[in-house]
């Protein structure tokens, strides 16, 4: 099972570049677009890398990060012109599908979350066969052509833009961090502030150190093991606290920290691109308060729950 798990993996990722290389062929078609080969590059690289991830020496998928980032530096990448929307046509599909628009929403999470359990093996790819099962039952249920996914995904992706692979990138440079041994330098630096014996102080420090340091890398997952390694373990876990709850409360502390952040893509940058909002920080002016409010919640919890 987990060979197959590991080559349905692979193709996910194949289909997902294929998807880049579909965007690229858009953009170098698109002669409104100034910079369309470097936006057509662009995608192009990335498609490469998806598809080539596996087989690829570690140096040219190097190579193409850096090029990437290279394009996205001198503006080489901008959304080119997008098949408009029949707004006519949108609000008879509105009425005519109502709530129905969500099943396949609500589908794919509820197959991906049942294929975790049952088949532990497939637990990677769970998302990957709940999402195609959840797009062919959006196919049938809004009675579209398959052909219209194509263009569907040309739009998200280049709406979307260079923010799309932040997470990816920020997942990557806190695995470099934490081999960097940036854990050991904030233990380090926290040690003159946090008394020694000081629970409270060693909860504040976990909680504020993942909030701070989500917020900075835009990603919690990325923010965890860093913080984890050189303020959880410390000044927390070797108090007794009990490292399973004080973790998933950290984790999810540092989810309130991505909610103040523009370096979470997915968080916050992600709607603005999507619903073409005027203030680039608008969203997160309206979570403030709720991350406030659950960033202190969060200290309380992890003292009185953890040890």
């Known amino acids: 099972m987990t060979d197959i798990a590991n080559q349905i993996l692979e193709w996910t990722y194949i289909v997902i570049g294929c998807q880049f290389l579909h965007t690229a062929y858009c953009s170098c078609k698109d002669k409104t677009n100034p910079v369309r080969f470097g936006t057509a590059g662009f995608w192009t690289l990335l498609g490469i890398s998806f598809i080539g991830g596996s087989y690829l020496p570690s140096l040219y998928i190097g190579a193409i990060v850096v090029i990437l980032a290279l394009l996205t530096l001198f503006k080489q990448v901008r959304i080119g012109s997008l098949p408009t929307v029949d707004e006519v046509k949108a609000n008879i599909e509105a009425k005519r599908l109502k709530n129905k628009i969500f099943i396949p929403v609500m589908l794919m999470a509820l197959i991906a979350l049942v294929l975790a359990k049952v088949i532990p093996e497939f637990s990677k790819i769970s998302i990957s066969l709940a999402t195609l099962l959840a797009t062919i039952s959006l196919l049938l249920i809004t009675k579209s052509h398959p052909k219209s996914l194509l263009s569907e995904n040309n739009r998200m992706v280049q709406q979307v833009s260079t923010s799309g692979i932040v997470p990816q990138l920020l997942g990557a440079l806190g695995a470099i961090f934490t081999v960097a041994g940036v854990g050991d330098l904030i233990s380090h630096l926290i040690s003159d502030f ?114």
Do not use: E, W
């Open 194 to 307: 946090v008394p020694s014996g000081g629970r409270f102080m060693g909860v504040l420090a976990y909680v504020l150190g993942m909030v701070l340091f989500s917020m900075i890398m835009g990603n919690a997952f990325a923010a965890f093991t860093v913080i984890t390694a050189g303020v959880g373990v410390p000044f927390v876990f070797s108090l007794g606290a009990n490292p399973i709850i004080a973790s998933a409360l950290a984790m999810t502390a540092g989810c309130c920290g991505t909610l103040l952040t523009p370096m979470a893509a997915n968080f916050n940058t992600l709607p603005v691109a999507l619903l073409d909002m005027k203030n680039p920080n608008g969203v997160i002016k309206a979570q403030v308060g709720v991350a406030i409010v659950m960033i202190i919640l969060h200290v309380f919890l992890m003292y009185f729950l953890a040890f």
